[in-house]
């Protein structure tokens, strides 16, 4: 299953609705500042599950974590980016 991170967010204003929330990955809280990604980690419904499980394009939950925790976790694409293009 794809779980990879595509964009790059940030840095965080203040006042920006998911500071004080905690990374899953270090459980540290997002704070004004942070660079962060949206990584998918499951369909976001049942229904997006289906899809999945018949090969089709389905919609994923994103949950919002550091990009360095996303780069630290090898899910930031750019690095693979030559190998898929040579495929
Ligand atoms: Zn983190």
Do not use: R, W
Not at 22 to 48: H, Q, S
Request: aromatic share 10%.
């Amino acid at each position: 299953m794809p779980a990879f991170a595509e964009h790059k967010f940030g840095p965080k204003v203040e006042g920006h609705p998911s500071i004080g929330d905690l990374c899953p990955f270090c459980d540290v809280a997002f704070k004004a500042g942070d660079i962060t990604t949206l990584v998918g980690l499951f369909p976001a419904n049942t229904d997006e599950a289906e899809s999945m499980f018949k090969g089709e394009s389905f919609n994923m939950e994103g949950v919002e974590v550091h990009y360095g925790c996303a780069e630290e976790h090898g899910l930031t694409k750019e690095k693979e980016d030559d190998e898929i293009a040579a495929e």
